[in-house]
């Protein structure tokens, strides 16, 4: 892959998980691969189910209240339409939660967007752009690497590599004989 989203080290199945990932549909299964390819690069455990806020809130409630006792550090919430998940994932725990709009409906996630950015005071929730999978699992790489040194320094080299795909593009128009701007000049 180009976007530097390889695997850096295999993903341990038998590790507690320290993501938890809750799905309001399974629909919503394949918008959310950039979001895994960013787990298993920084090799973060994870689980994932789908529980309905809607349909199964006794489900949702147990899972949020035995997330800690299972390692789990923070939860993203996927969902589309009124998108009402992540807001009552973090309204049930008091880790933190990321809520990841995913387009579907007539709006194409603008009320998923909406609706988990407008969250009450009191009951907090990180947003990412609809569909911004990656930047969920970017964000809450961000998060646990507030207490876990090792995190922060694949991070770190993350963005390193960033920057270098970065001036490997701009070096490439020069390189086609485009006139463009030399850094150093």
């Known amino acids: 892959m180009t976007d530097g989203m390889e695997l850096e080290a295999p993903l341990k199945k038998d590790s507690s998980p320290r993501i938890g990932v809750v799905l309001g549909s399974l629909s919503d299964l394949d918008k959310v691969k950039g ?20 349909r199964t809130p006794d489900i949702l409630r147990e899972y949020c209240e035995s997330a800690p006792s ?37 709006l194409n996630g603008i009320d ?6 407008q969250m009450p005071p009191g009951v907090p929730v990180a947003t ?26 694949q991070l770190a080299s993350y ?4 920057a270098g795909e970065t001036v490997k593009q701009a070096d490439s128009l020069l390189e086609r004989g ?8």
Do not use: K
């Open 35 to 54: 979001l895994w390819q960013v787990l298993e690069r920084f090799a973060v455990p994870y689980e994932v189910t789908v529980i309905s806020a809607h």
């Open 70 to 106: 299972r390692g789990v550090q923070l939860i993203v919430g996927c969902a589309g339409l009124s998108a009402a998940l992540p807001g009552v994932i973090a309204s049930l725990t008091d880790i933190p939660v990321i809520g990841l709009p995913v387009a579907s409906g007539p």
């Open 112 to 117: 998923a967007l909406l609706s988990i950015a």
């Open 128 to 153: 990412t752009g609809i569909n911004g999978a990656a930047n969920a699992g970017l964000l809450a790489m961000r998060i646990l690497a507030v207490s876990d040194p090792d995190l922060r320094r």
């Open 159 to 162: 963005r390193e590599h960033m």
């Open 178 to 185: 485009l006139p463009g701007w030399e850094r150093g000049r």
